[in-house]
């Protein structure tokens, strides 16, 4: 389980959409994830790394595509 101590913000649109579209994350998947995220106060990549639903590698393009967003 990841914990954070400060309260995460719901995952923005955009972001959801990408992990459908361009990482195949499956609605359920990110339905799950979503969830426990918030369960947890922690980031939604991290989440879907920790329970096996990214890879590493999909997991950095997440964060690389999350830093082309800021």
């Known amino acids: 389980m990841v914990l954070c101590s400060?309260?995460?913000?719901?995952?923005?649109?955009?972001?959801?959409q990408f992990l459908q579209t361009r990482i195949g994350l499956s609605a359920n998947a990110l339905g799950l994830g979503i969830r426990q995220a918030a369960l947890e106060q922690a980031p939604l990549p991290i989440v879907l790394w920790s329970f096996g639903l990214l890879s590493l590698e999909q997991?950095?393009?997440?964060?690389?595509?999350?830093?082309?967003?800021?």
Do not use: F, I, K, N
């Open 59 to 70: 997991l950095q393009q997440v964060l690389d595509w999350q830093s082309a967003q800021e």
């Open 6 to 16: 400060h309260p995460q913000p719901q995952p923005a649109d955009d972001l959801q």
